[in-house]
């Protein structure tokens, strides 16, 4: 028999059993939520960076063995063509009926051979600013042992392996811009049969020219946004979550906003799903301006910015808020601003300059903070005139007799006791 103590212990054992069986239940629940993400496109800048600006050229006959391989040629004429980027044709090729005329004078085509010099000559009669010639070494159908399956029969995986150097070589100059070594290998896994050495050859020598096409013009890839929208309870499960992080690792954003805002972020979440992205940033935007705290509205603003407006200056800035409101790493935060500053690298590698970096304006930024003490509407407190910021500055002029202009002129700076 079990003392009246002892039962009270195993009954008050129990209770907190329950207690944190619960909270463990709503922190997975919270855990478990999908979590919304968006597409952001990235510009990754080619290896072959003189190809930006040496785009007419010609192609020369591979070789094989020191014999012109047309069909590979073929190839990657087609595929240096087929090169598009933003839509646009990225190199001109020069005809090859009108590239063969030159060879012929040249006196060339008998031996079918070309190197630096002769690619050089030829280039200046056809106009072009650059040539591309080189050689083809692909290996015979190699053969490992792979055993017997199920029915004993001798299996084997048969590979083939296609490799190609390609010179780019500047006309004006003479020189070798870009010479990789390019090599791909393609498999075919069968038991009691042949392999089909056309079809191998032609595989290894499509990923091969997938690679090379990859190399000499920038491409865009596409990259996964995380959204952070998840706030922390208020009873219980924000305080549970730091209580039992040991246990079940989960992170939200404990600002506790008013539900009408967390009821605009789960608005923009679900527009975002649904690829309007226009609707989401709008209500995010008016949520910051309800709610500047935490980290999940900058963070959010910070995506509009990045994936909405390409706007690379300003999705940094706010990217850096939501990590600054941070009490510890967050993943997505951490891999936002990776990624966006190497966005802007890689713009500076195309040549191309980012958007200029705009800086909060502290005269707009102590404005935002008075319209608001004063109960007018600026929008968050970021330093940046927006439109939101405009319509409470007109507003504020309207009240007090002022030139409505939507501007921070002098009267108004006065006016706010700036």
Not at 27 to 43: H, N
Not at 185 to 202: E, K, M
């Amino acid at each position: 028999m079990f003392s009246k103590g002892e039962v009270q212990s195993v009954q008050n054992q129990s209770n907190h059993s329950l207690i944190v069986l619960s909270a463990l239940l709503s922190i997975i629940t919270l855990v478990g939520c999908s979590t919304t993400a968006v597409k952001s496109e990235r510009m990754i800048p080619a290896e072959y960076e003189a190809g930006a600006t040496l785009k007419s050229l010609a192609i020369l006959p591979f070789t094989l063995k020191g014999k012109a391989d047309d069909e590979s040629t073929s190839a990657i004429v087609s595929t240096v063509s087929g090169v598009r980027v933003d839509g646009q044709r990225y190199f001109q090729v020069a005809e090859r009926a009108r590239l063969a005329s030159v060879i012929n004078e040249q006196k060339y085509a008998r031996t079918g051979q070309f190197d630096q010099k002769s690619a050089v000559e030829i280039g200046k009669k056809l106009l072009v600013q650059s040539v591309l010639f080189g050689e083809i070494s692909d290996t015979k159908v190699t053969r490992k042992d792979r055993g017997r399956n199920k029915e004993n029969v001798q299996c084997y995986d048969y590979g083939f392996r296609f490799q190609f150097i390609p010179r780019f070589v500047n006309v004006k100059t003479g020189r070798i811009e870009f010479a990789p070594t390019i090599a791909e290998t393609a498999t075919q896994y069968i038991c009691g049969g042949q392999p089909d050495a056309v079809a191998l050859r032609s595989d290894a020598r499509n990923r091969a020219l997938q690679e090379f096409k990859n190399k000499i013009a920038p491409r865009r890839i596409s990259e996964t946004v995380k959204l952070l929208t998840k706030y922390c309870e208020p009873d219980g499960g924000g305080r549970m979550t730091r209580m039992l992080s040991s246990v079940v690792s989960t992170q939200c954003d404990d600002s506790l906003p008013p539900d009408f805002v967390i009821g605009k972020v789960n608005s923009g979440e679900k527009f975002a799903d649904s690829g309007r992205m226009d609707r989401a940033c709008a209500l995010w935007e008016e949520a910051a301006s309800e709610h500047d705290a935490g980290y999940n509205l900058p963070y959010l603003l910070g995506v509009c910015a990045e994936s909405k407006d390409a706007d690379y200056a300003k999705a940094l800035r706010y990217y850096q808020i939501a990590d600054e409101r941070t009490t510890e790493p967050v993943e997505a935060i951490n891999d936002s601003l990776a990624r966006i500053k190497a966005k802007s690298s890689d713009l500076a590698a195309l040549g191309k300059k980012p958007k200029k970096k705009r800086k909060p304006d502290p005269k707009t930024l102590n404005a935002q903070k008075s319209l608001a003490e004063l109960g007018y509407d600026p929008g968050p407190a970021d330093g940046f005139m927006g439109k939101k910021t405009g319509d409470a500055i007109r507003e504020f002029q309207l009240d007090n007799g002022l030139d409505v202009t939507g501007k921070l002129d002098r009267s108004t700076i006065n006016a706010l006791g700036l």
